[in-house]
């Protein structure tokens, strides 16, 4: 089986830590994997670890010319072969900016094609597809609440659970210990305004009485939230780093003791999960839609996103760190059991393995 791994400039520059696992989980199954990326988004400075170079494709263009930008890929990945049909498999996207691209791709080449439904803002974006009755289609939603509006878009039968997959440690991180400072990490997309700030505030009040604890935010909230002004006003610019490129620091803040993640966008994203599966304290805001915020015992939810509320939650953690040890392993073994890598690779077979025995003719009689 051959594979077409086609990437939007968004999904590459916040999750190319996914994209990279699938790329090393279906190499160990035997399955060959292509990369595509768009060009011109300086992409080729971000360090993606990949099997093989990647095919570039153009992202922007009139309507119209969409056929012609996905024909010269397809060109580039069957240059040696006498025909386009048949030499690919799966067209699988990431990130909903390319999946008209991966559909055209997938059509011209006579591929199956999977899109990667990683928000539930995506779900109108799945109804506008026009798919065919002839398109091998599948749509691989990471949480089960994703489901129920591709079903009342009359996607039902495209639907297929792929939940998201983290690397777990051989040793869970040894959060609040005695011999380093208290870290704190702001993660957010910034796109919630005035929950980023509450959270911010919430994270100020706490650490007034513990000032041996340090404070990161990635640079997107910083900036979508406007938090700089409100650091400098509470004179904690000694205390406060801002991580630009957050996915290429991914380690530095899986550092860090205790996350705070105040989005509830509906969206779900590998660094909380990598939080969970090194053991990390998290405080999260209440996301009905992702399971892992609802189901570890080991995440504290804010159900009230106020600066009262977060400034609670997290003076509680700090104030028993040893509580706070114990939740972070419960993250760690929700993960250890419900969401390691291996087990989203497994899915997205299926849904590959489900798309080709479609394209098989049926047995004569």
């Given at each position: 089986?051959?594979?077409?791994?086609?990437?939007?400039?968004?999904?590459?520059?916040?999750?190319?830590?996914?994209?990279?696992?699938?790329?090393?989980?279906?190499?160990?199954?035997?399955?060959?994997?292509?990369?595509?990326?768009?060009?011109?988004?300086?992409?080729?400075?971000?360090?993606f670890d990949l099997?093989?170079?990647?095919?570039?494709?153009?992202?922007?263009?009139?309507?119209?010319?969409?056929?012609?930008?996905a024909s010269q890929?397809?060109?580039?990945?069957?240059?040696?072969?006498?025909?386009?049909?048949?030499?690919?498999?799966?067209?699988?996207?990431?990130?909903?900016?390319?999946?008209?691209?991966?559909?055209?791709?997938?059509?011209?080449?006579?591929?199956?094609?999977?899109?990667?439904?990683?928000?539930?803002?995506?779900?109108?974006?799945?109804?506008?597809?026009?798919?065919?009755?002839?398109?091998?289609?599948?749509?691989?939603?990471?949480?089960?609440?994703?489901?129920?509006?591709?079903?009342?878009?009359?996607?039902?039968?495209?639907?297929?659970?792929?939940?998201?997959?983290?690397?777990?440690?051989?040793?869970?991180?040894?959060?609040?210990?005695?011999?380093?400072?208290?870290?704190?990490?702001?993660?957010?997309?910034?796109?919630?305004?005035?929950?980023?700030?509450?959270?911010?505030?919430?994270?100020?009040?706490?650490?007034?009485?513990?000032?041996?604890?340090?404070?990161?935010?990635?640079?997107?909230?910083?900036?979508?939230?406007?938090?700089?002004?409100?650091?400098?006003?509470?004179?904690?610019?000694?205390?406060?780093?801002?991580?630009?490129?957050?996915?290429?620091?991914?380690?530095?803040?899986?550092?860090?003791?205790?996350?705070?993640?105040?989005?509830?966008?509906?969206?779900?994203?590998?660094?909380?999960?990598?939080?969970?599966?090194?053991?990390?304290?998290?405080?999260?805001?209440?996301?009905?839609?992702?399971?892992?915020?609802?189901?570890?015992?080991?995440?504290?939810?804010?159900?009230?996103?106020?600066?009262?509320?977060?400034?609670?939650?997290?003076?509680?953690?700090?104030?028993?760190?040893?509580?706070?040890?114990?939740?972070?392993?419960?993250?760690?073994?929700?993960?250890?059991?419900?969401?390691?890598?291996?087990?989203?690779?497994?899915?997205?077979?299926?849904?590959?393995?489900?798309?080709?025995?479609?394209d098989e003719p049926?047995?004569?009689?």
């Open positions: 089986m051959r594979v077409l791994i086609l990437v939007d400039a968004r999904f590459a520059l916040h999750e190319r830590a996914l994209v990279e696992r699938v790329l090393v989980g279906l190499a160990d199954e035997g399955i060959m994997a292509q990369v595509v990326l768009p060009q011109g988004r300086r992409l080729e400075e971000k360090g099997i093989s170079e990647p095919i570039w494709y153009a992202d922007r263009g009139l309507a119209f010319t969409r056929h012609i930008r890929v397809a060109r580039q990945v069957t240059k040696d072969c006498d025909s386009t049909i048949g030499v690919i498999d799966i067209v699988h996207v990431f990130g909903g900016a390319a999946w008209s691209m991966g559909r055209e791709l997938a059509r011209i080449l006579g591929a199956g094609m999977v899109f990667e439904l990683w928000r539930a803002g995506l779900i109108d974006s799945a109804k506008s597809l026009h798919l065919d009755a002839s398109d091998r289609a599948l749509f691989l939603i990471p949480e089960r609440p994703f489901e129920a509006g591709l079903s009342k878009g009359g996607l039902g039968q495209r639907v297929h659970l792929a939940q998201w997959g983290a690397q777990v440690s051989a040793e869970p991180a040894q959060i609040f210990h005695q011999d380093k400072n208290t870290s704190i990490v702001l993660m957010s997309s910034g796109r919630q305004k005035d929950q980023c700030i509450a959270a911010f505030e919430g994270i100020a009040d706490a650490i007034e009485s513990h000032p041996q604890v340090m404070v990161f935010a990635n640079l997107e909230v910083v900036q979508r939230a406007d938090l700089w002004g409100r650091v400098q006003n509470r004179k904690l610019e000694d205390r406060f780093t801002i991580i630009d490129r957050s996915e290429d620091r991914r380690d530095l803040l899986l550092r860090c003791d205790m996350m705070v993640y105040p989005d509830t966008l509906h969206e779900e994203r590998t660094l909380l999960l990598d939080a969970m599966g090194i053991g990390m304290a998290i405080i999260a805001g209440n996301d009905e839609h992702i399971t892992p915020i609802q189901e570890s015992a080991g995440i504290s939810i804010v159900d009230r996103p106020s600066r009262s509320s977060w400034a609670a939650k997290i003076g509680e953690r700090l104030a028993d760190p040893q509580a706070t040890r114990r939740a972070g392993l419960e993250s760690r073994e929700y993960v250890t059991r419900n969401r390691r890598v291996g087990m989203y690779i497994t899915s997205i077979l299926d849904a590959y393995h489900a798309l080709v025995r479609e049926a047995d004569s009689v």
